[in-house]
């Protein structure tokens, strides 16, 4: 809740609007401290946006992401050297994943747990990380 308004207060130019920004600002602030999920009033988030589990959550504030999107303790979304990250709707972000670069993540995509993804992942795709013995 508090990210939606501090996000729509944000874009208002009235000296009321901005000073309510500020006291939303400050308890977003505090939220992220408590929850361990750092996500920026500036970053561009589609609706139904669910964590599973807090802690340890690291969003990009240039990062664009869709809607129904699900996301697990310790992902990483940054930006690289070659742009912003992109993920589509109906994502699953799983335990550990990191979104590094200018990517796209395709709608209905499954990221499995520790996989480091740096390349475009198409649409209805399932990305898992096999560890070799």
């Known amino acids: 809740m508090w990210f939606r308004l501090g996000a729509y207060l944000r874009t208002k130019k009235n000296i009321f609007f901005k000073m309510l920004y500020a006291i ?3 308890i977003h602030k505090h939220n992220q401290y408590l929850t361990g999920i750092q996500l920026r009033l ?3 988030v589609g609706e139904r946006l669910r964590f599973q589990h807090f802690s340890c959550i690291v969003i990009n504030e240039a990062t664009i992401i ?3 999107c699900l996301i697990f303790q310790g992902v ?3 930006v690289g050297t070659s742009g912003i990250p992109r993920i589509g709707n109906n994502v699953i ?3 550990g ?3 590094i670069g200018g990517i796209t993540i395709g709608n209905n995509v499954t990221i499995g747990a520790n996989a ?3 390349k475009d992942v198409p649409d209805n795709s399932l990305l ?3 560890r070799q013995k």
Do not use: D, P, Q, W
């Open 24 to 26: 939303v600002f400050f």
């Open 42 to 44: 500036e970053t561009k």
């Open 66 to 68: 869709g809607m129904n």
């Open 76 to 78: 990483i979304i940054g």
């Open 93 to 95: 972000l799983s335990s």
């Open 97 to 99: 994943a990191k979104i």
């Open 116 to 118: 480091v993804v740096t």
């Open 128 to 130: 898992l990380v096999f």
